[in-house]
């Protein structure tokens, strides 16, 4: 089929809200989705985190608006209560599960970096919801092994984030298949990384984007072979793969 003219239109103005990863391919039908059903129910406290992440330089970090959504609903629908978040950033994502959350719910969130969680955890106090995060800094990996070593923790979470380190996701699965509950849902974020998963060998990619593309790859692989867990792959954001675990 011939491209349409909607098809040829210039990138300059794509990607105008922040955290956009939308792989629709229309812009114009990203925002009506975003101005009719997202941004008028968007809870104030994630609007201002929203505004506030939008001026910092690593903006393109944060979870879209459109998947915040998403998420809240998924976790009040699983009726969540004990979570995990592996990559924080400013807490997009993690308000959009803490206000999701009863208020004995509980999100342990763990990022290398404290100083971009500072930035949003204003916002998120004065949400109320602040006391349900426990927030680590260093790497995630580490205190995964000290909690399946210290046995307690197996099949307690119901639901886990991740969002960080693409090379590292495979080392995740791992060990979040032993901590999530038969039940529960781990959410892998970017699992199609920028359309990135479909483009040509010698297609003129962003360093970042071709340097963890062969691991984005590998992870959906390994997904799809895995016995453990039922796994749902969604076009919203960057693309999301949901894996329920039954085993």
């Not at 009040?76 to 209560?81: D, P, V």
């Amino acid at each position: 089929m011939a491209p349409t003219h909607e098809g040829q239109q210039s990138q300059a103005g794509r990607h105008q809200e922040v955290g956009h990863k939308s792989l629709l391919q229309s812009d114009n039908l990203y925002q009506y989705i975003l101005e009719t059903s997202v941004y008028p129910r968007e809870p104030e406290p994630m609007k201002e985190l929203r505004e506030l992440t939008a001026k910092h330089p690593w903006n393109i970090m944060t979870t879209s608006a459109d998947e915040g959504q998403f998420l809240n609903m998924l976790l009040k629908l699983i009726n969540a209560k004990n979570t995990m978040e592996i990559g924080v950033y400013t807490g997009y994502s993690l308000l959009a599960t803490a206000l999701a959350l009863p208020d004995d719910g509980k999100i342990l969130a763990m990022d290398i970096n404290r100083e971009n969680y500072e930035l949003g955890l204003p916002v998120i106090q004065k949400a109320g919801v602040a006391h349900k995060i426990d927030f680590k800094e260093g790497p995630a990996l580490p205190v995964l092994d000290q909690m399946i070593d210290a046995g307690k923790y197996h099949g307690t979470f119901d639901f886990i984030f991740v969002d960080a380190d693409k090379d590292n996701y495979l080392n995740y699965h791992k060990r979040l298949i032993e901590l999530v509950k038969v039940g529960g849902i781990i959410g892998y974020d970017n699992t199609l990384w920028n359309g990135s998963v479909v483009a040509p060998p010698d297609a003129p990619l962003r360093k970042y984007v071709l340097y963890y593309r062969d691991f984005v790859l590998e992870l959906n692989r390994a997904l799809a072979a895995d016995p453990r867990i039922e796994i749902c792959q969604l076009p919203v954001g960057d693309g999301i793969t949901l894996c329920r675990r039954i085993s």
